[in-house]
């Protein structure tokens, strides 16, 4: 448990604003690499298997952040789990509940609402329009269907209602931008870390590429190449080659005329006899 995440800017979880805060913790999880322990995805080991103790040190890191980001309040609720996506379950079963249990509520009130003596039609049209929008809102949308509850009878019209829906989408397509660049960095940084890994492998095998001033030949003691590229070092083996076949054809002529040499000395003896 070496990364610590500072959470001293992260809004405590009180029991209201359930999915801005779950959205948030969300990407907190992410970041570390922890939401597949909390969502469930990664499950606990066998106490044999060697991912036993990484899995156990991600969990108590994940429930680590998890206890910190809310109140008492909900604290009392997550005692008696043992494992991040316990307490990950139980907030959601109890404040995710709430919020059907809020549109719920808004459905039935859509279906029995009657316009009253007083009311006008604008007015009664308004109210059945509102509580349409508000009862078929995706759960992402639950925080405002909350809050909107909340609102004063006076500011509850339906272009109040409108402006805040457009608002809190604009949020959460920016809050969705946000969570994929993160996502990104974290990818970006695992791809570095392996670039660097096998940088760091191979760099024996590499050339290392200086500055040609600053290199010089061992061979005619020039600046600006090494041995290997020395012109004139090819030169001179060139030349060396080219001597020596010359010798050795020189040699072989002269070796011909010797012999032929003794060749004509020996017919001439055999001859007098």
Request: glycine share 4%; proline share 1%.
């Amino acid at each position: 448990m070496t990364d610590i995440i500072d959470l001293k800017n992260v809004t405590k979880f009180d029991g209201t604003n359930f999915q801005l805060w779950k959205f948030q913790i969300r990407t907190i999880l992410t970041v570390s690499g922890l939401m597949d322990i909390v969502d469930g995805k990664l499950p606990k080991p066998e106490a044999v298997a060697e991912s036993h103790v990484t899995w156990n040190a991600k969990n108590a890191k994940a429930m680590c952040i998890l206890s910190s980001a809310v109140e008492y309040s909900q604290l009392e609720y997550l005692i008696t789990c043992e494992t991040a996506f316990d307490m990950w379950t139980k907030l959601s079963s109890i404040h995710e509940h709430k919020s059907a249990a809020n549109k719920l509520t808004l459905m039935t009130k859509f279906h029995g609402h009657k316009m009253g003596s007083s009311d006008s039609v604008a007015q009664h049209i308004d109210v059945m329009v509102m509580a349409k929008i508000v009862g078929t809102l995706p759960s992402k949308f639950n925080s405002l269907i909350t809050t909107w509850d909340s609102v004063s009878e006076g500011d509850r019209t339906k272009d109040n209602l409108i402006q805040r829906l457009s608002t809190e989408e604009n949020r959460l397509t920016n809050s969705e931008a946000t969570s994929d660049a993160l996502a990104a960095v974290k990818n970006y940084k695992k791809a570095g870390a392996v670039n660097n890994a096998n940088s760091s492998e191979t760099q024996g095998t590499k050339p290392v590429n200086r500055d040609k001033g600053t290199i010089s030949c061992h061979y005619c003691h020039k600046r600006g190449h090494i041995e290997k590229r020395c012109y004139k070092k090819r030169d001179d083996i060139r030349n060396k080659k080219e001597a020596n076949n010359s010798t050795k054809e020189d040699e072989s002529v002269n070796f011909g005329a010797f012999m032929v040499s003794k060749c004509e000395s020996a017919s001439r003896i055999l001859a007098d006899n």
